[in-house]
Nanobody, 115 residues
Framework: QVQLVESGGGLVQAGGFLRLSCAAS????????MGWYLQAPGKQRELVAA???????TYAGSVKGRFTISRDNAKNTVYLQMNSLKPEDTAVYYC?????????WGQGTQVTVSS
């Protein structure tokens, strides 16, 4: 069993920044991709950013240039640095880790950006 624990969400004013962290623990052999999704009220969950074990990254168009994903493979931890936050970034952010073609999800952390 694998557990993902997220931290770093909260309330911030527009233009501010937050850093999310997600640590994986448990029966870990080799995590492939790790990433972040968001889900706004009444909307489907959507990809924010992802990073492979080799460091290749993917970003949603809406966050390019503002968000940066990184990971520490030794700590099985992924980070999301979010700068220049906008009210439309408000959502629950979920961490995801893919191992042996199975996706594991965190419990989600709320990010609220006030205007």
């Amino acid at each position: 069993q694998v557990q993902l624990v997220e931290s770093g969400g909260g309330l911030v004013q527009a233009g501010g920044f937050l850093r999310l962290s997600c640590a994986a623990s448990g029966n870990i052999f080799s995590i492939n991709a790790m990433g972040w999704y968001l889900q706004a009220p009444g909307k489907q969950r959507e990809l924010v950013a992802a990073i492979t074990s080799g460091g290749s990254t993917t970003y949603a168009g809406s966050v390019k240039g503002r968000f940066t994903i990184s990971r520490d493979n030794a700590k099985n931890t992924v980070y999301l640095q979010m700068n220049s936050l906008k009210p439309e970034d408000t959502a629950v952010y979920y961490c995801i880790a893919t191992m042996n073609e199975y996706d594991y999800w965190g419990q989600g952390t709320q990010v609220t950006v006030s205007s």
